[in-house]
């Protein structure tokens, strides 16, 4: 498949795209790609403005985020990147690949674990490895900020008793002077036991008017 400027395009790492993904669907997100980037070899954050339905995302910020997060790149550094290019933009878009019928139980289980890393890092801001009481709270006040009649004490209300719900989950009983320091990864694997992720989570760029969904 040519680039813009004529040079093949790269070829996804196996941890990427699964092996049934076509050429054509490649050549698609490449279009998208160029369309973000301007034709250029990378994006930048910037270039998310031209998807106007994504600023009225509530959770704009963290999606555009997500795809500069060194973590989710898979890159040995943590941080953020500057820009990325269009084999970066393949590896943040296989986390949101569907599920193939042929996988066996442990494909799936790496599957899912990945799908939940990325999620994992979209709330853990400070890149600590730990979701704390703030950082839900801040999640959840974005999630819900586009409701005029929900007040940003209620929007907290709704982030503490979730947050004592997974303490409740990941730790058991705690004691009058036990604090939950926060959601661990381990930790949100269990909250999110019995879950659909595969189908709950996934990103649109079919054209570039479409909205992209994280939930």
């Not at 680039?3 to 997100?29: K, M, N, Y």
């Not at 704009?60 to 997500?66: M, Y």
């Not at 193939?100 to 999620?119: A, T, V, Y």
Request: hydrophobic share 35%; net charge negative; proline share 6%.
């Amino acid at each position: 498949l040519p680039c813009a400027q004529g040079a093949p395009l790269p070829s996804p790492s196996p941890l990427s795209f699964p092996p049934t993904v076509t050429s054509e669907q490649i050549e698609h997100l490449h279009r998208r790609f160029k369309q973000l980037s301007r034709d250029q070899l990378t994006i930048r954050k910037e270039n998310f403005d031209s998807i106007p339905d994504l600023e009225f995302n509530p959770i704009r910020g963290k999606i555009v985020h997500a795809f500069f997060d060194k973590r989710n790149l898979r890159q040995e550094s943590d941080g953020l990147a500057d820009e990325i290019n269009f084999e970066d933009f393949l590896t943040i878009m296989s986390y949101f690949r569907p599920i193939e019928m042929n996988m066996d139980e442990e494909q799936l289980d790496r599957f899912r674990k990945e799908k939940l890393k990325f999620l994992f890092h979209m709330y853990d801001s400070d890149h600590d490895g730990k979701i704390t009481l703030q950082e839900y709270r801040n999640v959840v006040e974005e999630l819900l900020s586009g409701n005029p009649h929900l007040e940003k004490e209620s929007a907290r209300s709704i982030a503490d008793g979730a947050m004592m719900e997974a303490a409740s989950i990941c730790v058991g009983q705690m004691g009058p002077d036990q604090v939950y320091e926060g959601i661990t990864f381990e930790d949100f694997l269990k909250m999110w036991q019995g879950i659909d992720i595969e189908t709950k989570m996934h990103v649109r760029f079919l054209n570039m008017e479409t909205i992209a969904h994280c939930y």
